[in-house]
């Protein structure tokens, strides 16, 4: 099976930056995807690494390392609208379904 | 767009009841997939199709089956209602196995069972 560590609550202040980690133990690794979900909203895709290294999307980046099965979601320039919760959630193979996290719930405070 | 529809939002049901979950997708996608949120406990996982009429078991099947006669519909059965089943249910769907494909998922119902 699979399972997902990642901290439960992150506060910052806005314009700032925050990292939200995922270590995950899986028998096998498909990659490292994170969500984003507002309150009352459905959950939505941000990123996806499948092999090492840094991806950025505009302020969102997502780093990966498959060695230390460890990975991290980066948000820059912090906004009011990045207040919500994040999943980090990974796949054994390519045909099975995603495991999430718990989530990370991200509150930016003025 | 990529549309994932969930037939209600809020769904009110009594103990013992058997209620219906639909859910439907426009984007022709082979995997749909049901999950439960919970405070504190994330998503997690009931059931999954990869194809019509197939099913698989997720991790937490008990007290739910499934039905996909059509490759849009993927309906969650809960046979006999019961207090623990309140909870938000999301549905997803997925172009494929193989290469990396993206989750897209429903608006969600949240379902209260008296």
């Known amino acids: 099976g699979q399972s997902l560590e990642q901290p439960s609550e992150v506060t910052a202040v806005e314009g700032a930056i925050v990292q939200i980690n995922c270590t995950y133990q899986?028998?096998?690794?498909?990659?490292l995807s994170w969500y984003q979900q507002h309150d009352g909203g459905a959950p939505t895709f941000l990123s996806y690494?499948?092999?090492?290294g840094l991806e950025e999307t505009g302020r969102f980046s997502s780093f990966l390392s498959r060695s230390d099965s460890y990975g991290y979601l980066l948000l820059q320039e912090l906004q009011m609208k990045d207040s919500a919760s994040y999943f980090c959630a990974v796949r054994d193979s390519g045909n099975t379904p995603l495991v999430f996290g718990k989530g990370t719930r991200l509150s930016v405070i003025a | 767009d990529v549309k994932v529809t969930q037939s209600s939002r809020y769904l009110v049901k009594r103990t013992g009841e058997k209620v219906f979950l639909e859910c439907v997708q426009d984007m022709d996608h082979e995997n749909m997939f049901w999950y439960r949120q919970d405070p504190g406990l994330g998503l997690r996982l009931i059931y999954f199709s990869y194809d019509v009429k197939m099913k698989e078991k997720g991790d937490i099947p008990e007290g739910y089956s499934v039905s996909r006669e059509k490759k849009e519909r993927f309906s969650l059965i809960l046979e006999s209602a019961s207090t623990n089943q309140t909870s938000m249910y999301l549905c997803?769907?997925?172009?494929?196995?193989?290469?990396?494909?993206?989750?897209?998922f429903g608006p969600g119902t949240r379902l209260t069972v008296l």
């Open positions: 899986t028998s096998g690794f498909y990659g």
């Open positions: 997803a769907s997925r172009k494929g196995p193989g290469s990396y494909n993206e989750q897209f």
């Open positions: 690494n499948a092999l090492d």
